[in-house]
């Protein structure tokens, strides 16, 4: 019997300026990827560079959080943009991590949609196709995180890239696998002990209870922990170590060209 994997990713470097948001120094040594937002929707260079930097230092692989334009919602907006600009969007972001990642010393080794971005990417193949496009010509070795069972993942796939089926630990799930929208009651799972026993069954048993209490089947190579919890670092360490007490090998999510 192969080994159980799971690897854990948190959205960093949303800070902006005088800004702060988010426990990254706390929450670092007990994630496997870091998704460092890239100025779209939050972040700044400053930021950016320091978050590569400590995802450096604790030996967490190193991704490209790329968003709409939209710094004022958050990239929580559903913006109408074009196949052509979703290409363009995503390479420049990626391009600008990366910079900061060789500058360092290291490299990025992941991209993952931020927020509205994601969700749309998730139902549209033609904007799906142009971010996998665009992550495929920026280098066909980096992985490709999208909602799990969606248009995102089977863009990626269907290029060739190695692509992570993504669930989330502390988001509410509908009966047709997608997310429940943020601005409905219980959306997020704000209770540990609750996140924490869904992550567990995800990853442990490829299951989750969706809002209407049917059970889901999912495939999971990656749990997202969220970063701007007022609990974040106690949830990151929790989930940790519950997975890791359950049987799961804990880490990074590995190219398939590398294998």
């Keep these: 019997m ?35 937002a890239c100025g779209f929707h939050a972040g700044d260079f400053s930021t950016m560079r320091q978050t ?76 799906a196709s142009a971010i996998a496009r665009a992550t495929f010509d920026f280098d066909p070795h980096l992985i490709l995180f999208g909602l799990s069972g969606t248009a995102l993942t089977q863009a990626g796939a269907s290029l060739g890239l190695c692509v992570a089926s993504e669930a989330f630990a502390d988001r509410r799930y509908e009966a047709d696998g997608s997310l429940t929208r943020r601005r409905e009651a219980g959306a997020v799972i704000d209770d540990i002990d609750a996140a924490v026993a869904q992550a567990v069954n995800i990853a442990a048993k490829g299951q989750v209870q969706t809002r209407d209490g049917t059970t889901l089947h999912i495939c999971a190579d990656t749990l997202c922990v969220h970063g701007d919890r007022a609990d974040a670092a106690q949830f990151a360490q929790r989930l940790r170590t519950t997975l890791q007490a359950s049987g799961l090998n804990v880490h990074a999510c590995q190219p398939a060209q590398a294998a």
């Design 2 to 36: 192969s080994e159980r994997c799971i690897d854990l990713n948190c959205d960093m470097g949303e800070s902006y300026g005088a800004w702060n948001m988010g426990q990254d120094a706390q929450v670092m040594p007990w994630i496997t990827s870091a998704n460092i």
């Design 52 to 127: 590569v930097l400590l995802a450096k230092k604790h030996d967490v692989a190193i991704g490209a959080h790329v968003s709409l334009p939209d710094l004022q919602g958050f990239g929580r907006r559903e913006l109408k943009v074009t196949a052509d600009e979703a290409y363009a969007l995503t390479l420049y972001q990626i391009g600008a991590l990366a910079a900061f990642a060789r500058a360092a010393g290291t490299r990025i080794a992941h991209v993952k949609p931020h927020g509205a971005l994601y969700n749309m990417a998730a139902r549209d193949i033609a904007l």
